[in-house]
């Protein structure tokens, strides 16, 4: 089953089955209103230069994309939170492609504005073998063009959930970054952005596999 199809089905059984209507209704419109915003297709596409940055992994260590693009193309992932369902299926599909992807040189990261110990459980729980940076206040997601505020209904249906923003990303802002991969070229370029304002779509990591191979083939000439 591929990404995309096992989110559908969790999905319809969110939205047939388990959620409330009026919570249903309150996340659609949301998502609606961020599709019709044209918000992502502000955001960084391929062909522009991708923002620098040096941020710290779930233990504190500062990773800097200079050190990592030395090395080879970097596949970047914008997660929300431990919290939402999609992104973990998202992650962990990533997860499962992360070897063919490292086979051709590139690194891996995830960049998500959660505190240390949420991202050392969505690690954990996820089962990963790359990092989740911290992007405090989504001020890197802001330079790439992928940061919004939820809406205050929204904001009242998370707290619902048990699903405090403030504490889980340790400052108030209540913004996160629309789901987003991009794959980096070693001068900094962004050779491939997938961006969708619905959160309940996402690319396939299979399609970030001819993207390297080009690249390899590329630096091999």
Not at 153 to 179: C, H, Q, R
Not at 181 to 199: L, M, P, S
Request: with cysteine; charged share 25%.
């Amino acid at each position: 089953m591929s990404l995309q199809d096992k989110l559908d089905t969790f999905k319809a059984d969110f939205e047939g089955n388990k959620g409330p209507p009026e919570v249903v209704a309150i996340m659609r419109k949301a998502t609606a209103d961020l599709i019709a915003s044209g918000r992502a297709e502000k955001a960084l596409k391929a062909g522009m230069r991708a923002p620098e940055f040096a941020l710290p992994d779930a233990h504190g260590q500062v990773v800097p994309s200079s050190e990592l693009l030395q090395k080879g193309p970097l596949v970047v992932t914008f997660y929300r939170g431990v919290w939402c369902p999609y992104c973990n299926m998202d992650l962990q599909a990533i997860e499962a492609a992360a070897n063919d992807i490292r086979a051709l040189g590139a690194s891996l990261v995830a960049i998500s504005p959660q505190t240390a110990p949420n991202r050392r459980k969505s690690e954990r729980e996820n089962a990963l073998s790359f990092p989740i940076l911290s992007d405090h206040g989504n001020a890197l997601a802001n330079e790439f063009g992928l940061r919004f505020r939820l809406p205050d209904d929204l904001i009242t249906v998370y707290k619902g959930f048990g699903n405090d923003l403030a504490i889980g990303n340790g400052e108030d802002s209540w913004t996160l970054p629309m789901p987003a991969r991009y794959v980096i070229r070693t001068d900094g370029v962004i050779v491939y952005a997938e961006v969708n304002a619905d959160y309940t779509r996402r690319p396939d990591p299979s399609e970030l596999l001819p993207v390297l191979s080009r690249l390899k083939v590329g630096a091999a000439a």
